[in-house]
């Protein structure tokens, strides 16, 4: 059964500094990964997919990565804003679903 | 550009009592899905339908069953509502590509007590 890690749980940092998310997953045969982030009482937003073949997938001020045989992703937030305080999930799919972490909530101090 | 439209947002429920939620997508995407979210669990899969006429369980499927009514909309049904069903439930959809998806779209949830 795939199981996903995200650890810290939260995490906090000053404006401006640059961070980095962590995410691990058990079972390699995945065929994508997804970064998602939520706003408190809101629906998920996929931030970035990264394809199995893919090494990593860049939007603006996001950067993920995707180390498959190792089973691990990060997402590199450069240059972090207030905006960007929200909670992230990762997720992996494989056998035809989604299989989620449970998170890290990211706040981001003035 | 509505996207995924969950109804209703909020609701509370007696113990025993039955209710459907509704969830439709203007996106004209083949699969779509429903997960709970529950502190310190992360969002879990009830059960989803690749296509139209489809439907299979997840991760969590008792207590609930699904209909997919036609390629827009995916209902969700709690025939006998348990406090342990208390949860915010998502619904989503997605293209489906063979062997591979394409990003997920959530609808902003509905937040369900059972009292």
């Known amino acids: 059964k795939q199981e996903v890690t995200q650890i810290p749980a939260a995490l906090s940092v000053p404006e401006g500094e640059n961070l980095v998310l962590n995410c691990s997953f058990t079972d390699s045969a995945i065929y994508n990964l997804q970064w998602f982030r939520q706003d408190p009482g809101k629906g998920l937003t996929s931030l970035l997919l990264i394809q199995s073949s893919q090494r990593e997938q860049t939007s603006g001020r996001l950067n993920a990565s995707l180390d498959k045989s190792s089973g691990r992703s990060t997402l590199y937030i450069a240059a972090s804003q207030p905006g960007d305080s929200a909670t992230y999930l990762c997720a992996v799919f494989g056998n035809e679903k989604l299989t989620f972490g449970t998170g890290t909530r990211l706040t981001i101090i003035p | 550009n509505a996207g995924v439209t969950q109804t209703p947002k909020f609701q509370v429920l007696k113990t025993g009592q039955s209710m459907t939620l509704q969830c439709a997508q203007d996106m004209n995407h083949n699969s779509m899905y429903w997960y709970r979210q529950d502190p310190g669990m992360g969002l879990r899969l009830i059960y989803y339908?690749?296509?139209?006429?489809?439907?299979d369980k997840g991760e969590v499927p008792n207590g609930y069953n699904v209909s997919r009514l036609n390629k827009r909309e995916f209902s969700l049904r709690l025939e006998s509502a348990a406090p342990s069903q208390t949860s915010v439930y998502f619904c989503?959809?997605?293209?489906?590509?063979?062997?591979?998806?394409?990003?997920?779209?959530f609808g902003d949830g509905t937040r369900l007590s059972i009292l």
């Open positions: 339908s690749a296509s139209e006429g489809t439907t």
């Open positions: 989503a959809s997605s293209e489906w590509v063979e062997n591979s998806n394409q990003p997920q779209h």
